[in-house]
Structures are given as C-alpha cells and as structure tokens.
C-alpha cells in the first residue's frame, strides 16, 4: 500500500473569549460571526426580527449566541461553547465562556487550548476586578498572545484618552504577569456599531492599528505542540485476530503533540521500554508521517507491553514518569480542597488514584501576591499543591508542553471533574510586582 505523508492541519486559530458580565462579549462573538459570514440569512433574519419586536432599530447581534448563554449561566449546563467562523486568510475556533465570577473555571477551560484570548472591558468602567482575574488566569496557562478589546468606546467621550489610559493600566498589570509588549495589542471597539471590528472606524481617529479580524488573521500562531517530540497517549490497543489480521496489534490514539514517522525509535511510557515505529495507519490508509491532531494507530517493531494509559513519545526526548509532584490547580468544585484529599487523577489517557499533600501557596490575583500555607483551596482559587499518585505518569512541565503537562483531578465517588491542574509551578513563572508578602 502507498504511504503518504500527513502535513500539518491548515491554519486554524484557537481563541477565547473573556470579560466581565455586560461588557459586550455576547454582542462581540454576534458580530464576528456576523461581519465574516458565519451565520445562516435565517438565523440573521430571525434575529432581525427578534431585535424589531424589541423596539430595537437594528439587529441585536448577541441574540446569536446569548440562547446558549442564557441556559449554561441558569445552571442547565455550564459548558463551554464553541464558535466556528472563517476569513480568506485563516479560520478560527472561538471558545465562548461565561462572565460572572463563579464561571471562572470555564474561562479556565475555554483558555486552556487557545493561542489567543480577547479579553473585553466596558470602557465607561476600565480594568476591573474580573479583568485582573481573567488576566491572571490567562498568565497561568501561558496563552501565547492577548487583546484587550475596549469595548463601548462610542458611549465615552474623550475616546482618546480613555483608550489610552485603559491600555497603560493592562500592559502594566501584564507586564507583572509576565507578557511582553509585542505579546499584548489593545483595540478600540464598538461591537453594537462594528467600529474597527472588521471595518475601520472613522469615529477614532486617534487609533491607526489594525481591526481586529485584521489582526487574527495575522497575528502568529503560537502553539508548543510541534516543538517537543511525539507525545501519544495510548486509547486503546487494536488486536483483531481474524483470518486476514492475526497478529495484528495497534495501538490508537490521537498525537497530542509533535509528530511520528515510520522508522522513528520511542519510547512505551511508563515502563521505558524502547522500539521503533513500523507503520502508521489511519481510516484512510497508511501514512509515512502524522502530526499533532491526527488520529492515527502506530505498529510497533517489536513485541511490548502495551496498554491504554500508556504513552508512547520520541526516545531521548520523552519525559521522565514521576509519582510525586508539585502542580499548580485551579479549583472548580463547590467543597473546598484540602491537603490529604483522595481522589482520581486524569493525565492524558491513563488514570490513577492520588493523594493531595501539602497546599503550598495560594494565588491572590488582585494584589499579585502569594499566600503561603493556605488551609484550603476553594471554588474558582488558584493554588500550588504536591500531589502523590498510586502510578507513576509521564508529563511534561506545564511550561513545556500544555498538552501533556495538564490533568484533571476527579471525584472517585461520583466522577465529577474537581480541579484542573498543571504540571510543575506556574506561579513561579510571574513576574510579580514585589516580593509577595507571605501571610
């Protein structure tokens, strides 16, 4: 069978939304969909329609996704929604999430595989407590690039000022956070008119940047996927053992990061067992090599040992398996976290039981500082915490890769996801403003 070799995806653009209740994400979301073409002239003439009976001279752009929202924030699901639109030059998955405080965590989901986050501000309001949070989130999971989008900029009225006196106070409190300039770009929006959404606005003369469709279509797409080696986790072994396939064995799964060809020599995580790749096969045929997204199944040379859970990564570039660990958690449970806790851990494929140690420090968000020894980590707080598992896992640190450096820890009893964790001390990564007074 001819072997072909499985380029990279085309490029698509992971990106988030954040911001506070009512500073227009509903409406920016509506209008990016809108503006690039996004949406069906039945779901436009629906929501024209809507927006009339409402007295409304336009349409409201926010009843294109405000439905969902409505549900998730009443408590009937608290998911994360995806948005999916497309310009010439690039598409886009956007994660929409939530605005109020207790949604913390699903901004921490929607932000956790993002590139690049907008994060709104009501410009009648500024930097508020929730943009701190946010930020600081965004900090922790190391998203590559971020724009603050001012929103509401036609309701101000000295536009320039307030613009110029928003971006000052973010890029100093990201600049804390540890972003450089070139990694943060702030915009003047009206997402109700469209001002410098897709189209140029002439109502702010005083900003010549880019809209902001112009600037995600060319901002880099920044991801650490593709430059560490292969890191496969193992969902489940293949073994026929039919007439036409009886020794078949296969082991599928989709490449979290890097990329694998026939010939390549690995590693079988945690055991370290060392082979090469045989073959590569895919629904589609066989492949000669396969990267980061793609499902695939890889035949090894020789005879392992084998099992789902198991990881499969580039030998001399594969992480070492530890059992004991410090992590950074985002907590997103209701009951508080406490040091001794039982509970499941979630990294990639395989799951183990593990045991919460001490909780080091936690993470004040609004003064940039760290509180040592906390007694608890509760709903939506930050925390550095060791952790022991009953077996040994292969992760990266977080800052390496944040595919394989990131786990879920879950109830045993009831399988609820508790908190999501990441691999190593991202607190330390901060650049805080001073020396954190340790209470």
């Known amino acids: ?57 336009g349409p409201d752009l926010s009843l294109l996704v405000d439905g969902l929202r409505a549900e998730r924030e009443q408590g009937i699901t608290i998911d994360v929604a995806y948005r999916y639109f497309a310009t010439p030059a690039r598409s886009f998955v956007l994660a929409d999430t939530p605005g109020h405080v207790q949604y913390t965590r699903n901004t921490v989901s929607g932000a956790s595989t993002a590139s690049l986050v907008i994060l709104l501000v009501d410009a009648r309001n500024g930097v508020v407590a929730q943009t701190r949070r946010h930020a600081a989130v965004m900090a922790l999971l190391g998203v590559p690039q971020l724009v603050l989008a001012v929103n509401k900029i036609d309701l101000v009225s000295d536009q320039a000022s307030v613009f110029a006196d928003i971006s000052a106070e973010f890029a100093e409190l990201t600049r804390s956070l540890g972003w450089s300039p ?14 410098n959404v897709a189209t140029r606005s002439e109502t702010t003369p005083f900003y010549d940047g880019p809209t902001l469709i112009e600037h995600l279509e060319t901002v880099p797409n920044v991801t650490d996927r593709e430059h560490v080696g292969l890191r496969f986790p193992v969902q489940y072994v293949i073994r026929p053992r039919t007439p036409e396939f009886p020794d078949y064995r296969g082991y599928a799964g989709q490449i979290a990061a890097g990329r694998v060809s026939v010939g390549d020599e690995v590693v079988v995580l945690p055991a370290g067992t060392r082979t090469t790749v045989s073959q590569i096969d895919t629904a589609d045929g066989q492949l000669a090599t396969a990267h980061t997204g793609r499902s695939v199944t890889i035949l090894l040379a020789d005879d392992v040992d084998v099992s789902r859970g198991d990881l499969i990564a580039t030998a001399g570039d ?35 039981q593990a045991i919460v140690g001490g909780l080091e420090v936690l993470f004040d968000e609004q003064n940039l500082a760290l509180v040592d020894s906390p007694d608890t980590v509760e709903l939506n707080q930050i925390g550095r915490i060791s ?9 990266d640190d977080y800052q390496v890769n944040r595919e394989s450096g990131s786990f879920l820890l879950i109830d045993p009893q009831g399988g609820n996801t508790l908190g999501a964790g990441l691999v190593g001390d991202a607190l330390e990564n901060l650049h805080l403003s001073a020396t954190p007074e340790l209470v």
């Open 318 to 352: 594969a992480p070492d398996p530890v059992q004991q660990f410090s992590a950074t958690v985002c907590w997103l449970a209701e009951k508080p976290l406490r040091p001794g806790a039982r509970l499941l851990l979630k990294h990639g494929t395989r799951t183990t």
């Open 182 to 195: 070139e990694q943060v770009t702030a915009i003047p929006v009206s997402a109700l008119h469209g001002d």
């Open 1 to 57: 069978m001819t072997t072909t070799s499985s380029g990279p995806a085309p490029d698509l653009l992971r990106i988030a939304t954040a911001g506070s209740v009512d500073d227009g994400k509903s409406t920016l979301v509506g209008r990016l969909l809108y503006d690039t073409k996004s949406v069906l002239a039945d779901q436009i003439d629906a929501v024209t329609k809507a927006s009339v009976d409402r007295g409304l001279e």
């Open 387 to 395: 952790i022991q598992t009953a077996e040994p896992i292969a992760a």
